[in-house]
């Protein structure tokens, strides 16, 4: 059974840092498979935010946090990491880890598991 655990949440200022993590378990290869980091703020849809192709060397993003995080792996330690810095009050949302049954990031139907959020809130 893949279970998929995030930490690192909170509250932070506008402008601060917060550095999101995943343990991921359950399954013997997610080194074969890209990782991803999806949010739902309230009243609004998930939305795909960053994923990293299985070997780390490919990452993807939504527009509205490139140049402002950084999604990287360990796949000796079967771990995914988002470092967000420069946050913003729109960034407060539900972020949500994910697995997926591809290799690339850029399939975002492809990811299937997720772990149960950890909350983000960036205050103005």
């Known amino acids: 059974q893949v279970q998929l655990v995030e930490s690192g949440g909170g509250l932070v200022q506008a402008g601060g840092s917060l550095r999101l993590s995943c343990a991921a378990s359950?399954?013997?290869?997610?080194?074969?498979?890209?990782m991803g980091w999806f949010r739902q703020a309230p009243g609004k849809e998930r939305e795909f935010v960053a994923g990293i192709g299985w070997s780390g060397g490919s990452t993807y993003y939504t527009d509205s946090v490139k140049g402002r995080f950084t999604i990287s792996r360990d796949n000796a330690k079967n771990t995914v990491s988002l470092q967000m810095n420069s946050l913003k009050s729109e960034d407060t949302a539900v972020y949500y880890c994910?697995?997926?049954?591809?290799?690339?990031?850029?399939?975002?139907?492809?990811?299937?598991?997720w772990g149960q959020g950890t909350q983000v809130t960036v205050s103005s």
């Open positions: 359950g399954r013997s290869t997610f080194s074969n498979y890209a």
């Open positions: 994910a697995t997926s049954r591809s290799r690339w990031e850029r399939q975002i139907s492809s990811y299937e598991y």
